[in-house]
């Protein structure tokens, strides 16, 4: 994607991670700046609520002058101011779900102010339960605030009819049912939205972890193999420096071509460019083990090998090529494949049975990937077998 730009922020109060889509034009904006307007501007939308409570404080305000009056003026006050505090704290995608044994009384409180609010403006102050249920959804989150809709209904349908004066307001019920479903479908979609951005961040995060992981096995693969011929060439021209200056000369241009052989590897590894196939690693094998002195068996040809496990091979090849030459200590060396299996043996001493370095890690990862498996165990040489092989394959 050449015109969007993905990237990753930590401005969440809880420090979750948030990945995010900038368009080409507006990377100047501040980070977040989008979000944080929708902090401000979802709890101004969903205060507007508040103004279905003038039809209360209307209907007090139009009541006889006295005590009652300005009881009910004020509980639809607290009433709205409540409310409002519930929304700026507890709405949208950051807020948390407040423990039921402060939930309990503050919603009673809020049942309180309704029941004020009915001194004077009789049946309308029930108007004030529709802001009950909304408020009980937003601090539990949880289908158990759906029995407040249930008991408000109750209520409107039974106390109009038993307060002498009262007029019956069913239609609330309606109102009532309604905001409840909606504002606990909405808690559940913007939890299900944030649970899937934190799911897709951990799955960036497993991602970057991942290509680490990968990069840090090939820079072993790659550098451990071939700085150590480099360390076996460098160390025979040294001792052929006095006895056959022209071989000793010639084993440092090999040291050289190495060399830079190794950083193309390097550079063409990071630039996902490298490529490595069995023909080259059995020809660099073969090349490394003569000019280690060690004698070596190496097939001559990969028909046989299915294309699928070429790759894992050549890495197999360079692997235990990288140990014979550096832990063995051989004489020795066969290696044998087949259409389903590799070994590497030598004569030599090996490394102990329960040490396994960087190199045979990554190769297990690379077997594992590739449907096979990797065995270590004594070669019947009397030194150390590498094995690779399918699944199906018999050891």
Request: hydrophobic share 50%.
């Amino acid at each position: 994607m050449t015109s969007w730009y993905r990237r990753v922020r930590e401005d969440w109060p809880q420090g979750d991670t948030a990945l995010y889509v900038t368009r080409p034009g507006r990377e100047d904006l501040p980070p977040g700046r989008a979000r944080r307007t929708m902090r401000v501007l979802g709890p101004v939308m969903g205060i507007v609520w508040a103004v279905f409570l003038l039809q209360p404080w209307q209907a007090a305000w139009d009541s006889a002058a006295g005590w009652e009056r300005v009881v009910s003026l004020l509980a639809v006050l607290a009433l709205a101011f409540s409310f409002a505090w519930v929304v700026f704290t507890h709405a949208g995608p950051h807020g948390r779900t407040m423990p039921l044994r402060r939930a309990v009384p503050f919603l009673a409180g809020q049942g309180v102010l309704v029941a004020l609010a009915c001194l004077a403006a009789d049946q309308d102050g029930l108007v004030g339960l529709v802001f009950i249920c909304v408020s009980g959804i937003f601090l539990l989150r949880d289908p158990r605030a759906l029995g407040l809709a249930l008991g408000s209904s109750v209520v409107i349908v039974v106390v109009p009819r038993l307060v002498p004066g009262w007029e019956t307001i069913d239609d609330l019920v309606i109102s009532v049912v309604l905001a409840s479903v909606a504002v606990f479908g909405f808690t559940q979609l913007v939890m299900r939205n944030r649970q899937l951005q934190v799911a897709r961040d951990e799955v960036a995060v497993l991602a970057v972890e991942r290509e680490r992981e990968r990069i840090a096995r090939d820079m072993h693969d790659v550098l451990g193999h071939s700085l150590t011929v480099i360390s076996v060439k460098a160390e025979l021209a040294a001792k052929l420096f006095e006895v056959d200056p022209a071989r000793s000369r010639t084993e440092m241009l090999e040291v050289q071509t190495l060399a830079r052989t190794a950083l193309a590897d390097v550079r063409g590894m990071v630039t996902a460019t490298r490529a490595v196939t069995l023909a080259g690693e059995l020809a660099g094998a073969r090349q490394a083990f003569d000019s280690a002195a060690i004698e070596a068996v190496v097939p001559g040809t990969i028909d046989e090998v299915p294309d699928e496990l070429r790759v894992l091979f050549a890495w197999a090849i360079r692997e235990g090529t990288t140990n014979v030459l550096r832990h063995s200590a051989a004489s020795h060396v066969q290696i044998a494949m087949t259409a389903e299996t590799l070994t590497v043996d030598d004569d030599g001493t090996g490394p102990a049975a329960d040490e396994r370095g960087n190199g045979l890690h990554g190769l297990v990862e690379r077997a594992r990937s590739a449907g096979a498996r990797v065995e270590v165990s004594t070669s019947p040489l009397g030194g150390f077998r590498l094995l690779v092989t399918t699944r199906e394959a018999t050891p």
